[in-house]
Every structure is written in structure tokens, then in C-alpha cells.
């Protein structure tokens, strides 16, 4: 059936998710932040970040944030450091806002160090979040390259119709009800890249880099089991699948500021380049609450908050105590 849908987001994952929607036969409207860059895009029916796709004319660019706010269902593809502040603003619009919103953005809020969907209830308590993660890059998908992620949603039935608006024979979603898990695989996938980045930066070697992802996702695994979420998700696409593909790939800003950051102690403004540097701040306090241990995460957290170099905070991992490895 076909869906009216409104994207909060015009970067080259909401551009991507527009361009796929829009090949499924769905109405799409676009929203961007800056009325100069929504006209340019209008215009040109280009992504600057997506410099090989073309833009349908069938979806509409705006920048007039009440102009999708009568969708059937809203994507969230803006920085999830923005999730909390744009969620407000819908409710103003609307305080009784009662449609799904599908959250595509993977991280923490640092501010108020909370997951995304937590945030989705407090501000839109009628609205009923759904999460879509897993291993994806945007220019893949507008390449028609084959695709799987996760589909995360209390109501399995609410899953299913989301997954037919994206599902075609490039794009396959799988379904899951650990709303918890799959936000926490998408978010701190993207610290751990930047760990992996580090360790490439520093031509540390290949065995080093796969140590890091494999210790990664026991780390990532025993802050979501804290949270709430289920082992085997961590096992799943948007967990251990999502780890593999960004820590691997310099294709991952994350990883790429890693690799910055591991070749040259120069780099001091990371806040800029990156989801991954947010929550990391936000991942250390809550690990700090619930009393977790973190190293890679810490060491990370160590680094981009000039604590440490990269050499110190690795020299300070290899000589923790000796464990066994579960």
C-alpha cells in the first residue's frame, strides 16, 4: 500500500532511504535544515555527500519542517545529537502526534545520555518508535547493491509494514523486538571503529585490528545486556554485522577519524567528524552508572579527550590484567 512519507534529514542516509522509498512507489518528502541548501538540491536534484545519485522529481525538497508532519510515517535520518531537540519541535507542532517514526540515526544523546527511543517516548508519547539499523552504507543502497538490516519494533505486525515500504530485490529487512539491543549495536559500532582506526592508523597489523572488533563486541554486548537487551542480537546484522562492515571500511567516517587520529596526534577538533566521538562521551557515563567496565571504549574516550595519545592509551590495554577471555 501506498505510504506518504516524510524524512526528517537530507544527508546522504535520508537522501538514500528517500531514493529507495520513492523507487517502491511511496510519496516522499524531504526535509533539510537550511532553506539555501534544500533549494540547491531542489534545483540540481543532487546530494552533495551522495555525488552519483540522482534525486527523483517525484520526491519534494523542503525545508519547511511542518510540511511533513501529516505524514502516515516519519524517518528520522538527522544526527542523533538533534533526535531529543527535533522530537520537541514535533510535538509542538503537534501535541497529540500519534504516527510511527522510524529512527534510522545510530548513536547516544550525549547530553541527557539517553537511547534514542527513550527519548521518542518521553517527548511523543503517543507515537510508537521503530529502529532501523544494520550494515548499510547510503551509497550502496543507491547503487541498488545487495542490502540487509534490522527492522526493531515492540509490535512485530508495526515491523512488518515498515519493512514493506523499503523491502525490494536489492533491499531485505529482517525483524526484531529488541528495540535496546539494535540501538545499542548501531551506536557503539561506531566507537569501536574508531578504535579500529586507530590500530590502522598506527600500523599496528591486521591481527591487531580484528582483536579490537572482537573485543569490541563483547564490550558492545555486556553495555546492552546491562541495559536490557538480548545476547543474540549482538549476533545478529545490526550487531556483530553493522561491527564488521564500519570498523573494516574506511568507507565509515568513524573509522576514517580513527585512522586520523592513530597517524597524527595533531587532530584536536573530533566533534565535528563524527557520531562516534558523541557517544562515546555518553557511553562512558552511563557505564560509569551501572558500574561496566570498558576499556576499549575508555581508551578511546581517553584519547579524543586528549587524556592520552593513541600510543598510551594502546600501551594501557595491553598491560590491563590477565583474564580469561569470556
Not at 536489492?170 to 557503539?188: C, H, K, N, W
Request: charge should be positive.
Amino acid at each position: 500500500m501506498k505510504k506518504k512519507i516524510g524524512i526528517i534529514g537530507a544527508g546522504a542516509w535520508g537522501t538514500a532511504i528517500a531514493i529507495l522509498a520513492c523507487k517502491n512507489g511511496h510519496s516522499v518528502s524531504l526535509w533539510h535544515y537550511n532553506s539555501k541548501k534544500a533549494l540547491v538540491m531542489q534545483e540540481t536534484r543532487n546530494c552533495p555527500y551522495l555525488l552519483n545519485a540522482k534525486i527523483n522529481d517525484n520526491i519534494i525538497i523542503t525545508d519547511k519542517f511542518n510540511a511533513i508532519l501529516d505524514s502516515d510515517i516519519l524517518i528520522y535520518a538527522a544526527p542523533a545529537q538533534e533526535f531529543n531537540y527535533l522530537t520537541i519541535k514535533i510535538a509542538e507542532y503537534n501535541p497529540i502526534f500519534n504516527n510511527p517514526i522510524i529512527i534510522a540515526s545510530k548513536g547516544i544523546d550525549n547530553k541527557i545520555n539517553k537511547l534514542l527511543d527513550s527519548i521518542c517516548k518521553d517527548n511523543l508519547p503517543n507515537s510508537s518508535p521503530v529502529i532501523l539499523s544494520g550494515p548499510g552504507f547510503a551509497e550502496d543502497i543507491v547503487r541498488e547493491l545487495p542490502t540487509a538490516l534490522t527492522i526493531a519494533a515492540h509490535d512485530l505486525k508495526l515491523a512488518n509494514m515498515v519493512g514493506s515500504i523499503f523491502a525490494n530485490e536489492y533491499f531485505r529487512p529482517y525483524f526484531s523486538t529488541d528495540l535496546i539491543g539494535v540501538q545499542v549495536g548501531g551506536a557503539l559500532k561506531n566507537v569501536i571503529a574508531i578504535a579500529s582506526g586507530i590500530t590502522i592508523g598506527n600500523k599496528l597489523g591486521d591481527g591487531a585490528v580484528a582483536s579490537i572488533i572482537t573485543r569490541g563486541l563483547s564490550e558492545m554486548t555486556k553495555f546492552g545486556i546491562a541495559l536490557g537487551a538480548k545476547q543474540e542480537t549482538f549476533n545478529g546484522l545490526s550487531g556483530v554485522g553493522d561491527l564488521v562492515l564500519t570498523a573494516t571500511n574506511k568507507k565509515s567516517r568513524n573509522t576514517k577519524l580513527g585512522i586520523l587520529i592513530g597517524s597524527s596526534e595533531s587532530i584536536t577538533d573530533y566533534s565535528l567528524l563524527s557520531e562516534g566521538v558523541h557517544t562515546t562521551n555518553a557511553v562512558m557515563h552511563i557505564s560509569k552508572y551501572l558500574d561496566i567496565g570498558m576499556p576499549i571504549t575508555e581508551a578511546v574516550h581517553q584519547i579524543i579527550n586528549n587524556k592520552y595519545t593513541a600510543k598510551e592509551a594502546i600501551s594501557s590495554l595491553l598491560k590491563r590484567p590477565l583474564r580469561d577471555e569470556l
